[in-house]
């Protein structure tokens, strides 16, 4: 079963991207498989930004991941887009842009293609 990992951008605050990470923490198939990534400290920054949320993702995770990230984009009422970068070990990777409930199926394909899980 091959792993990838989705970087995810939620074009927001450090909140915004904080409050994905816990909401994606909540989704069981998914725990420990979520973390944040600070972008590299600046001189005379006392520490980094958020640069991007990771997920690793496999076969058995891609419509937990995507079932759990549409809802959260559902709930949001500012009606920005989340940037996802699916990338497998090879260092191939697709970047899509999405925030309406008709980029979940384009989402879940992707993740599938690349897992190796063509369904």
């Known amino acids: 079963m091959a792993t990838i990992s989705v970087h995810v951008d ?13 909401w994606l923490r909540e989704e069981d198939d998914l725990r420990g498989s979520v973390s944040l990534r ?13 640069e991007t949320i990771v997920v690793l993702i496999t076969s058995g995770t891609a419509g937990a991941f995507v079932s ?6 559902n709930r949001r009422r500012d ?13 191939r990777s697709v970047e899509l842009t999405c925030g309406s409930p008709e980029d979940a199926q384009r989402v879940l394909d992707q993740l599938r293609a690349i897992t190796g899980d063509g369904k």
């Open 10 to 22: 939620p074009h927001g605050s450090d909140d915004d991207a904080r409050a994905l990470t816990r």
């Open 38 to 50: 600070a972008a590299p400290i600046a001189e005379g920054e006392m520490g980094g930004a958020i």
């Open 68 to 73: 759990s990230l549409f809802e959260w984009i």
């Open 79 to 91: 009606g920005r887009k989340v940037s996802i970068k699916i990338q497998d070990a090879a260092g």
